[in-house]
């Protein structure tokens, strides 16, 4: 079971910065990722942890603003957002899974999914 939190309503140029809690199993061996969708279209890519070395991914739309890391011990990982845009608006869902490297961008990479929390960025 995955939850993400810290959604909310933002300027341009603002930050927030949103938490994926796992509850009921470990993720540990996981890679971690983070979607976002807007209505009427695809859910997309944003952000992936890989399960053996950390390393991690982003999209170029976000790269350079947003830094996921994960916290092994609580079984989290976070999503921190910065410099904004009102084209980050969306649903963002954590999402968890195994998927191969060719994959990790895709949505039927991932397994398990939580319900999402809402990002609204004002101009």
């Known amino acids: 079971q995955l939850q993400a939190s810290g959604g909310g309503l933002v300027q341009a140029g603002g930050s927030l910065r949103l938490s994926c809690a796992a509850s009921?199993?470990?993720?540990?061996?996981?890679?971690m990722g983070w979607f976002r969708q807007v209505p009427g279209k695809e859910r997309e890519f944003v952000a992936a942890?890989?399960?053996?070395?950390?390393?991690?991914y982003y999209a170029d739309s976000v790269k350079g603003r947003f830094t996921i890391s994960r916290d092994v011990a609580k079984n989290t990982v976070d999503l921190q957002m910065d410099s904004l845009v009102p084209e980050d608006t969306a649903v963002y869902y954590c999402?968890?899974?195994?998927?191969?490297?060719?994959?990790?961008?895709?949505?039927?990479?991932?397994?398990?999914w939580g319900p999402g929390t809402l990002v609204t960025v004002s101009s």
């Open positions: 942890s890989w399960r053996d070395t950390g390393y991690t």
């Open positions: 009921g199993r470990t993720f540990n061996g996981y890679t």
């Open positions: 999402a968890g899974g195994t998927p191969i490297l060719s994959s990790l961008r895709q949505v039927a990479g991932y397994r398990h």
